[in-house]
């Protein structure tokens, strides 16, 4: 399915950056990754790479993304691969799902602004063709978290 430019999101806007470093820092997060890859990865000019699937540039990220994550006490609680969009926009498919735990908003925003984390994240934007991070709160199982 390919997505009106205007509905893709692979970065964050400068507005969503700013919500993020200004909101309320009240404990443990779980980030949801909803990831859509590329058939092949599109990286920008100059970036010296050998050509690849969009999964595969996405796992060259994750193998540096993950390590940084558990360097900022974080983990990741469940991942797999998207089967059915049951509730969503007609022919909205996701390829992968990802939850990642950090122990505060803190952690996440000085994870992703660590310089060794910025020069891989040219992998994530070449891999994907839409995505989303959703903030979230509250405890895994808790009463009313299951839909």
Request: net charge negative; aromatic share 6%; with cysteine.
């Amino acid at each position: 399915m390919s997505l009106p430019e205007e509905r893709r999101a692979i970065e964050p806007t400068p507005e969503r950056i700013e919500q993020l470093l200004t909101g309320e820092d009240t404990g443990a997060i779980v980030m949801v990754n909803l990831l859509r890859y590329r058939e092949q990865a599109a990286y920008p000019p100059g970036f010296n790479e050998a050509p690849c699937t969009g999964r595969e540039a996405y796992q060259r990220y994750a193998a540096v993304a993950l390590a940084k994550v558990a360097e900022a006490g974080g983990r990741v609680v469940w991942a797999g691969q998207s089967r059915s969009s049951v509730i969503a926009p007609a022919g909205e498919q996701w390829d992968d799902v990802v939850l990642v735990e950090y122990p505060s908003r803190s952690a996440f925003v000085a994870m992703v602004q660590r310089p060794d984390y910025l020069a891989v994240t040219p992998h994530r934007t070449a891999a994907l063709a839409d995505s989303r991070l959703i903030e979230t709160t509250g405890q895994l199982g808790a009463p009313g978290a299951n839909g």
